[in-house]
C-alpha cells in the first residue's frame, strides 16, 4: 500500500489538469486605471460584454483612476493569483513608470501575469505650418540648423508623447525643447494656434485639424505603412530608421495565476478581437486590434518595451516624481 505522502502526491498531480476547469464561478473584474471616458474604455467594455456572454459569469470594468495608472495596477498586482482581478495595462502602467519614478507600489515585471495584448494605436508627427518643412529629413535638417529653437508639446512628462519626441531627439541626433501639458485638448490648441511647433500626437485630437490645412502631417511613428493612408510615410523611412513607437495596451492577471486561467482568458480575447463589431468600435477610437498574441510573447513584448524605455528615459534624465 503506498504511502499517505505518495497518495497526497497522486491525488495532488490527477488534480492539476483540472485547474481552472471551474473558472470563472463568479463575477470577474477589468480594472481600468484611468478615468471613465478614456481610450481605455473603449478597448475594455466590448471585451467585458463578450466575455460576460461567453461564460455567463458579470464582467464589471471598474475605473481606478490616480497617480498615473499606478492606483489601479497595485490593485491588480496585490490581488489573490485567481484570475478574477484583471488589469487593462498601458505602457505606462507595465513598462514606463519604474524608470521614472523613484518608486512604484509593485513590479512591473515580476508581479504581473501577462494574458494578451488586445490593442494598439500609433501616434503621428504634426507640425504648425508656419514651420518650413514638409518632410522628417527636412525638419531634422532645420532643427539641426536651429538646436534648441525648436519646441513640441506632449501630454505630460513620461507620457508616451514626451517619450516619442525624446526618442526622436536622440535617434535623429537633434535638441529641441519639450513642452509638457495636462492633456491633448491644450497641446491641440497651442499648436494649431503656433505656440509650439511641432508634436508627437495621437490622431483624433489633431485630424479635423489636418484636414482643414491647420497642421502639416509629416509621418506615423508605426513601423509600416497605414493602409488607410498609404501616402504618409513612417518616421523610420522618412529619415529615422528603425524608429517605432505604438501606445498598447493588454490584459494582465496577478503573478502566479494558473497556466490553465491565463490561457482560458487569453483563447477568450483572441477570439473577441477579431470580431467585425469589436474591431469596428476600435478604428472608430483609432485603435488597431492587436493581432493575436500568445501569453509569453506578450510578456517578452512588454519585456523588450520596458528595457527600450527605461534607456531613453535615463538617457533624457526624465523624471515623474
Given amino acids: 500500500m503506498p504511502s499517505k505522502p505518495l497518495v497526497c502526491a497522486f491525488t495532488l498531480?490527477?488534480?492539476?489538469p483540472c485547474l481552472?476547469?471551474?473558472?470563472p464561478e463568479k463575477a470577474v473584474r477589468?480594472?481600468?486605471p484611468f478615468p471613465p471616458g478614456s481610450v481605455l474604455d473603449v478597448i475594455a467594455r466590448p471585451i467585458a460584454t463578450k466575455l460576460s456572454e461567453a461564460w455567463g459569469q458579470p464582467v464589471i470594468v471598474d475605473n481606478h483612476a490616480g497617480s498615473g495608472g499606478l492606483l489601479g495596477a497595485e490593485i491588480?498586482?496585490?490581488s489573490?493569483?485567481?484570475?478574477?482581478?484583471l488589469l487593462l495595462g498601458t505602457p505606462g502602467t507595465n513598462a514606463v513608470s519604474a524608470s521614472l519614478y523613484k518608486k512604484i507600489p509593485y513590479d512591473t515585471l515580476r508581479d504581473f501575469a501577462p494574458i494578451s495584448l488586445a490593442a494598439t494605436t500609433y501616434l503621428i508627427l504634426v507640425v504648425h505650418p508656419s514651420l518650413p518643412v514638409k518632410s522628417v529629413k527636412e525638419l531634422i535638417a532645420l532643427a539641426k540648423a536651429k538646436p534648441g529653437q525648436l519646441n513640441y508639446g506632449s501630454g505630460g512628462t513620461g507620457s508616451t508623447t514626451h517619450l516619442a519626441g525624446e526618442?526622436?531627439?536622440?535617434m535623429a541626433a537633434v535638441s529641441?525643447?519639450?513642452?509638457?501639458y495636462r492633456g491633448s485638448p491644450q497641446y491641440t490648441v497651442d499648436l494649431v494656434a503656433g505656440r509650439i511647433d511641432l508634436m508627437f500626437a495621437g490622431n483624433l485630437p489633431v485630424l479635423p485639424h489636418i484636414k482643414t490645412g491647420r497642421l502639416r502631417l509629416l509621418a506615423i511613428t508605426a513601423n509600416t505603412r497605414d493602409p488607410s493612408i498609404p501616402d504618409v510615410p513612417t518616421v523610420s523611412e522618412a529619415g529615422v530608421p528603425g524608429f517605432d513607437v505604438r501606445a498598447w495596451y493588454g490584459l494582465f492577471a496577478s503573478a502566479g495565476t494558473p497556466t490553465e486561467i491565463i490561457d482560458k482568458i487569453h483563447a477568450e480575447i483572441s477570439r473577441i478581437i477579431k470580431l467585425p463589431d469589436v474591431r469596428a468600435q476600435y478604428a472608430a477610437g483609432g485603435l488597431a486590434p492587436a493581432v493575436s498574441s500568445s501569453p509569453a510573447e506578450f510578456s517578452a513584448y512588454v519585456n523588450s518595451e520596458f528595457h527600450k524605455w527605461a534607456k531613453v528615459v535615463k538617457a533624457a534624465g526624465i523624471r515623474a516624481d
Avoid: E, W
Fill in 13 to 16: 498531480l490527477a488534480a492539476l
Fill in 20 to 23: 481552472g476547469a471551474g473558472y
Fill in 30 to 32: 477589468i480594472v481600468n
Fill in 76 to 78: 491588480v498586482a496585490k
Fill in 80 to 85: 489573490p493569483p485567481d484570475g478574477y482581478n
Fill in 167 to 170: 526618442l526622436f531627439k536622440s
Fill in 176 to 180: 529641441m525643447v519639450h513642452v509638457p
